[in-house]
């Protein structure tokens, strides 16, 4: 019996050494968490169970559980080193076969796949042309290094005050006798005694070709302004012409606008610079075609799409201070090349255009599992799902219990190396004393036999 005993004990202290030193050689590896092995004793039994004076029959091994502690996440500098903080593991697809790991030592592929060292992809939610985050199905995870396709600009925002103490240069002057009114100064962008101040604003055609919209403005009375309007010197409508669409701003008393009318009011009327709700349309901009040959917009150079660009002067005031641009926006913009990636906290993956664009390409996503122990190891700091460890919860980074994403950094193995040495210290002491029962045993019998 004892030497059954001893060697059970033997065969334990075996397997704790096996795990111990399994923890230690894994002490640098990223994403690995420790395990331990769990003994349980054995007893022999009837069918009516054990006796109150049966002696144990040893030790065996129950199981070797993983400890998912967090392990130390630490800087790289590398973007697609991804650590996480938290509960969750990282879903990868080999070719449709799912596995999760904490290693989160990203790379791309020569297809710009995101990619563990061996080639498995990364699974998470992929986003639209908008940038916005389509959920609910997992997907490969792709940095698209392609140009993003350049936008027309189709609104301009900005907020303008004009100054109400400007001095006014009027549309007309009166002279003769009787008096009559006369034209004044005519606008003429080359002289800037025939305008208040001017403001520019780039913006952009369907190609990604920069232009530049000038606005004129000019005090022509007590709370009367005109805006004149070009785009690179030319008629918004037809580039041959140098005749500016114009617009009038009226305000009340206290600097609020009152009225906004455009180039319809004007003789002879025109419906190529309407105003509504305080924006102006320049009908005649056609963003989707520009003929660099006829300096014209629109398909062939004909008028095109008649929505053109709106300018909006919603925030517009004319108060007692310098006349002077306070906001500036507008929704064009060239041709960009991918210059920087950021993934944050919530796993969302943010790309940054030489053309200063940003959105969304993509986001991590990470699985919990209600029972971890029961997941399958399979080497390569990787888990399988099992039938005990349940269905794995799948969703973005920071949802629920989830953990949140530590990009440029990598999670370290979480086995404490002191401790491991005190349990191979353990293990070592456990062994020898298993033995030495052997040994005992043995003596034992070579003392019966002899008395034989």
């Known amino acids: 019996m004892s ?40 007893y022999s039994a009837s069918k009516l169970g054990v006796g109150s004076k049966t002696i144990g029959n040893g030790v065996r091994l129950a199981a070797v559980s993983q400890q998912f502690g967090q392990g ?45 060292s061996d080639g498995v992809r990364l699974q998470g939610y992929a986003a639209d042309e908008n940038g916005k985050i389509i959920k609910g199905v997992l997907t490969d995870l792709k ?34 006798t009787p008096p009559a009114p006369v034209p004044n100064l005519p606008f003429d962008p080359s002289l800037d005694t025939t305008y208040t101040k001017k403001f520019e604003t780039p913006i952009y055609d369907s190609q990604g070709n920069q232009h530049v919209v000038q606005q004129y403005y000019r005090k022509t009375g007590d709370n009367q302004w005109s805006m004149y309007t070009l785009v690179d010197g030319r008629n918004p409508k037809d580039a041959t012409q140098a005749t500016p669409f114009v617009g009038t701003i009226s305000f009340n008393a206290d600097g609020s606008v009152k009225k906004m009318t455009g180039s319809e009011s004007w003789t002879p009327p ?34 095109g799409n008649a929505a053109g ?3 909006s002067m919603g925030s517009t005031t004319s108060y007692n201070t310098d006349t002077t641009r306070l906001s500036q926006s507008q ?47 399979m080497g390569g700091t990787r ?29 370290a193995s979480n086995v404490n190396l ?35």
């Open 3 to 42: 030497f059954n005993i001893g060697l059970s004990g033997l065969y334990a202290a075996n397997k704790q050494l096996d795990v111990t030193g399994n923890n230690i050689a894994n002490v640098a590896t990223t994403g690995f968490k420790s395990s331990r092995a769990e003994f349980e004793d054995v």
């Open 72 to 116: 130390d996440v630490n800087n790289t500098g590398n973007v697609l080193d991804l650590g996480i903080n938290g509960q969750g593991f990282f879903v990868l697809s080999d070719n449709g076969s799912l596995s999760y790991t904490r290693a989160g030592a990203f790379q791309t592929n020569k297809d710009n796949f995101v990619v563990t």
């Open 143 to 176: 940095i698209d290094t392609s140009a993003l396709a350049p936008k027309a600009t189709s609104l301009i925002d900005q907020g303008i005050n004009l100054n109400s103490s400007e001095k006014s240069i009027p549309l007309t002057r009166i002279e003769g």
């Open 270 to 303: 025109s419906t190529d610079f309407e105003v509504a709700s305080n924006t102006f349309t320049l009908k005649g901009w056609v963003p989707s075609v520009y003929n660099a040959t006829t300096k014209t917009w629109g398909p062939n150079g004909s008028e």
């Open 309 to 311: 660009m709106r300018l």
């Open 331 to 377: 929704d064009g913009y060239a041709t960009g090349i991918l210059s920087n990636l950021s993934i944050d906290s919530t796993g969302v993956m943010f790309a940054s255009f030489s053309n200063q664009q940003s959105r969304a390409i993509g986001q991590v996503a990470i699985a919990s599992f209600a029972n971890e122990q029961g997941l399958e190891q």
């Open 383 to 411: 888990w399988k799902e099992t039938f005990s460890s349940g269905i794995p919860g799948i969703d973005a980074p920071k949802t629920g219990t989830l953990g949140s994403i530590s990009s440029n950094s990598l999670e």
């Open 418 to 452: 002191t401790q491991e040495l005190v349990e191979l210290i353990k293990a070592q002491s456990n062994y020898q004393a298993n033995a030495k029962t052997i040994s005992t045993q043995s003596t034992i019998m070579q003392t019966i036999i002899q008395m034989t």
